[in-house]
């Protein structure tokens, strides 16, 4: 079946930790890869995207994701967390099979001051 | 910029009552799409309008209709509500019915008693 998996349900980091949070997807055909940032009581804001080109994506708030076609893989990254990055992480696919932006599980992540 | 407006932000009902929720999408945005987030879970896809029409169904009950005006913006209508319905419902809009960037409105709280 068709889906979009984040491994990490719930990861706790301390200010000035990395963070990785994993994604994977098992759509075929052409994808469009999104990470979605919640913060507590807020709504989605698109934290960036890859459609095409140089597979390493910068967004807004010093993240960053790389896609990695033959993992289906598009892991979203940040050297150095601060306390303000304490949300829920969402991974989302638009496939072009399915026509449909399909979202992963979420990461809840908590950043200790 | 302008962003995605949603009406009510919070909904109280009863069970069997109706609810009317409401999306304006950004300007020159002729794509909306409607989602459905349950209380620590991720957004699902309900159904989505291109060009006043349409163009794609998810989970969306029976009980569930929505429709796109001649001003792009979109309702999404309820009844016969269950409790089962209390969540968070996004709305989101984009520039075209393709694979472009989502952008999401703030969400209504609609609380089910």
């Known amino acids: 079946a068709q889906s979009v998996s984040q491994h990490n349900h719930h990861v706790i980091l301390s200010e000035a930790a990395s963070l990785e949070l994993g994604c994977n997807y098992s759509y075929g055909g052409t994808v469009n890869l999104f990470w979605y940032v919640q913060y507590p009581g807020q709504h989605l804001q698109l934290l960036l995207k890859y459609f095409s080109g140089d597979p390493l994506v910068k967004g807004i708030k010093g993240f960053e994701a790389e896609f990695i076609k033959s993992k289906f893989s598009f892991n979203l990254r940040k050297p150095s967390v601060q306390w303000s990055d304490t949300a829920e992480y969402f991974c989302?696919?638009?496939?072009?099979?399915?026509?449909?932006?399909?979202f992963g599980q979420g990461t809840t992540l908590q950043v200790k001051p | 910029a302008a962003g995605v407006i949603q009406s009510p932000r919070h909904l109280i009902k009863e069970k069997r009552e109706t609810a009317t929720l409401k999306c304006y999408p950004i300007?020159?945005?002729?794509?909306v799409y409607w989602y459905q987030q349950g209380p620590g879970q991720d957004p699902q896809f309900l159904i989505s309008f291109y060009e006043k029409m349409q163009s794609d169904k998810g989970s969306i009950p029976d009980r569930f209709s929505a429709q796109q005006f001649s001003d792009y913006h979109s309702e999404l209508n309820m009844s016969s509500l269950e409790l089962g319905d209390s969540a968070l419902y996004f709305c989101?809009?984009?520039?075209?019915?393709?694979?472009?960037?989502?952008?999401f409105g703030p969400g209504t709280r609609l609380t089910v008693l």
């Open positions: 989302a696919v638009y496939s072009s099979n399915t026509g449909k932006l399909i």
């Open positions: 300007p020159r945005h002729d794509t």
């Open positions: 989101a809009s984009s520039i075209r019915y393709t694979a472009d960037t989502q952008y």
